[in-house]
């Protein structure tokens, strides 16, 4: 009745030969759905992180009719605070958006407290040095050890960055710390060297 053909069946036309035969086919037919499936879920899921795909080399918003980018140099951080190009009155070789301030999460301690590396680029396109870089940090502090003259906070919401020494043009400092959360950082102040 419903069952009147098995898989083994000769009648059928199925036979055990017949299935190695066609056993690649299957297995291609495997490996292509299961692709299909991994990338809908990245496209639909998780792929596109704060709106902008992760493979991009730069993020781009428009804000009015003004355009921002940045570039991100790990696409697992992110800007604490959105980047904008500085309006430069003459002679003035810097300003605190010319400091890039990305963080993102890392793998946690052994104990399971997650960590976060963090990563200041100095940015100024007129080639300057930075130093007195000071940022609003509120109650930062960590498990992990952090060298102080590497970043360190003053007090509440005043961490300074280097020591307070410059921070050449393109050079990047970077730091992990250990939290049970990430905290914002944004540049407060800074002065040209």
Not at 28 to 55: E, N, S
Not at 67 to 73: E, G, P, T, V
Not at 130 to 145: A, D, K, Q, T
């Amino acid at each position: 009745m419903w069952l009147r053909y098995s898989f083994l069946d000769l009648d059928s036309g199925w036979t055990m030969e017949s299935f190695w035969r066609r056993r690649p086919v299957a297995i291609a037919f495997t490996v292509l759905l299961a692709t299909m499936v991994l990338l809908a879920v990245a496209v639909i899921g998780g792929g596109v992180i704060d709106g902008h795909w992760p493979f991009q080399s730069s993020l781009m918003a428009s804000k009015g009719d003004r355009l921002r980018k940045s570039a991100l140099h790990r696409k697992l951080l992110r800007l604490a605070s959105a980047m904008e190009e500085p309006n430069r009155m003459w002679g003035e070789r810097c300003s605190k958006a010319d400091v890039v301030i990305s963080q993102g999460p890392t793998s946690p301690l052994p104990s399971g407290i997650p960590t976060y590396t963090v990563e200041i680029m100095n940015a100024c396109v007129t080639g300057c040095d930075i130093s007195r870089i000071h940022l609003s940090c509120g109650w930062f502090s960590s498990v992990r050890l952090i060298n102080p003259r590497v970043f360190k906070r003053l007090r509440y919401n005043d961490c300074l960055v280097n020591d307070g020494e410059p921070l050449a043009n393109g050079d990047t400092l970077s730091f992990q710390y250990a939290n049970t959360y990430s905290y914002p950082l944004s540049v407060s102040s800074v002065s040209c060297s």
